[in-house]
């Protein structure tokens, strides 16, 4: 059976996510991640105010802009095919 989804403010999910991190996350990255980058489900309360599914907030790790990734990104040079001489 499903749980019912728990909503939390923008303060409340930066505070969540500021432990899950090693730096302060502001309320405003919250909603970017929600609305631009969609990890985080949100609902609109109203014209201005969002809220923010708990769960989510507690499962995303943000990662500071100067960590490596773990997962290189792809390179995008092609490969220049060994020449044989002959």
């Given at each position: 059976?499903?749980?019912?989804?728990?909503?939390?403010?923008?303060?409340?999910a930066?505070?969540?996510?500021?432990a899950?991190t090693?730096h302060?996350?502001?309320?405003?990255?919250?909603?970017?991640?929600?609305?631009?980058?969609?990890?985080?489900?949100?609902?609109?309360?109203?014209?201005?105010?969002?809220?923010?599914?708990?769960?989510?907030?507690?499962?995303?790790?943000?990662?500071?802009?100067?960590?490596?990734?773990?997962?290189?990104?792809?390179?995008?040079?092609?490969?220049?095919?060994?020449?044989?001489?002959?």
């Amino acid at each position: 059976m499903p749980t019912k989804a728990t909503w939390v403010s923008a303060q409340e999910a930066a505070q969540i996510l500021t432990a899950n991190t090693d730096h302060v996350i502001s309320a405003d990255y919250v909603f970017l991640l929600a609305k631009k980058k969609k990890k985080i489900a949100y609902r609109a309360v109203d014209g201005r105010t969002n809220e923010y599914n708990r769960r989510d907030c507690e499962r995303y790790i943000v990662r500071r802009r100067d960590t490596p990734r773990v997962r290189p990104r792809p390179s995008t040079r092609k490969e220049k095919p060994l020449h044989s001489s002959s």
